[in-house]
């Protein structure tokens, strides 16, 4: 489970032995997931536990900020 990036308090994960599409599973108080090609293109949140509003909202700011180098992130462990 690499952690690929940490920003702002929060670690973001790219698990080794995951499933497509391309997503990010962000830790801080909680975990948010979150899809790196959206319906239109752009990273959307799957799923939110034990993360409030503003942590999720804070992870899906980084995300978007972040994601052609998450992109190739994931290329480079997925193949």
Do not use: C
């Not at 997503?23 to 949140?45: C, N, Q, R, S, W």
């Not at 993360?51 to 994931?74: C, D, H, S």
């Amino acid at each position: 489970m690499p952690t690929v990036l940490r920003e702002d308090g929060l670690r973001v994960v790219i698990y080794t032995d995951d499933h497509p599409p391309p997503h990010v599973h962000v830790f801080g108080d909680g975990e948010t997931k979150i899809d790196l090609m959206g319906e239109d293109g752009e990273p959307a949140v799957v799923r939110s536990v034990g993360a409030n509003f503003a942590e999720a909202r804070r992870a899906l700011r980084i995300v978007r900020e972040k994601q052609a180098y998450l992109l190739e992130r994931w290329n480079e462990i997925h193949g």
